[in-house]
């Protein structure tokens, strides 16, 4: 399959072209030029099979022409050594857990399918080095360094924030050495978005080293997260028959989008909410039409702190550039810190289950937004030990910290302090 960019000036482009460049030469985000329906015997099985055959057959309609099936597998087994459970929270309101993996946050599916692709494709030209650039807002960062730990012929540069994401999402990125270098850069996520996005622009850094990226604009990243959607159907049609939706709390738009991707391909989810705490410029675009872009504020949920969220344009451009179009498939909400922190403590008061911030904005959302009728589901993005001081400020009540989160806070931080000027990072990497 070829993949086109959604700025529609550069040349089509092939499954391996778009993994390893990971940005069109126009600056537009790959998109592939056909999206497979499922069977009808995909979804009348569905009840009956694992996760892993579920997510095979998905990425099956997605990379099946450009890699060996048997290889998938492999990948796909690899990838999906843990589960993503649906858990009841109250009645017809469920909650995906997507914090069962390595670095417990839902990047764990997309980074480690990606690491494993981009392995696939590079395992016979070790030649030259390959730097994966990675902007993060929390998550994203622990999960790409993760999983690409380790790997032959792969450096990553982790760009995150100074000060700007909790401590414990910070040991999991800049503790490790080996094949991971931590850049701590004095802004906010938009500025290390826009190192990343810069460096794959220049032409005298493409001269110097291979570069490729592991946020969502790679499209090994963004279109496995389709998988736990197709799973949490699986899952809820085991209880219920009724309409399924879906709320999504939502920053640079990557998880959002790999499930409109699914609904594409026959994923029976009826709506979709996408959830926003104070960097509401998705949900601004759908009350006016228009879309504003403008700086990020910090907020609890700090991994939706994106002003500029890049998956845009893959939405747009799945769409047909039609308002009208998205608005009858997504609703929106955002939520202050305050109603954030409120949704966290009555939750935990009223049923048991405790939220991090980023799954109280989608948990709110849902709960206010479910009609008669539907049964749904809330992204559970992170556990909240990852946001363990915010959490237990706002409860008053101790959140356990799993083993292998606490593993990370014994290392030693590591990280190259830079400015957001992107000359300053220009002139590191050509030393590199």
Known sequence: MKYYSTNGQAPLATLEKAVVKGLAEDKGLYMPERIHPLPKEFFEN???MSFHDVAYNV?????????????????????????????????????????????????????????????YFTQNNQSSLINVLVATSGDTGSAVANGFLGVPGIHVYVLYPKGKVSPIQECQFTTLGQNITAVEVDGVFDDCQALVKSAFMDADLNRHMRLTSANSINVARFLPQSFYYFWAVAQLQKVSQSPIVCCVPSGNFGNICSALFGKRMGL?????????????????????????????????ANAMDVGDPSNFARIYDLYGKSHEAICQDISGATYTDEQIAETIRQCLKETGYQLDPHGACGYRALKEGLRPGEIGFFLETAHPAKFKDTVEGITGQPVPVPDRLAAFMKGQKQSIPMSKDFSGFKAYLLKM
């Open 46 to 48: 569905l009840t009956s």
């Open 59 to 119: 990425a099956s309609c997605f990379f099946g022409e450009d890699v060996d099936l048997d290889a998938l597998n492999d990948i796909v087994c690899d990838t999906l050594s843990f589960d993503c459970p649906i858990v009841k929270v109250e009645e017809n309101i469920y909650s995906l857990e997507l914090f069962h993996g390595p670095t417990l946050a839902f990047k764990d599916v997309g980074a480690r399918f990606m690491a494993r692709l981009l392995g």
């Open 268 to 300: 029976p989810i009826s709506r979709f909410i996408a959830a926003n705490n104070r960097n509401d410029v998705f949900y601004d675009f759908l009350q006016t039409g228009q879309y504003r872009p403008r700086h990020s504020v910090q907020t609890l």
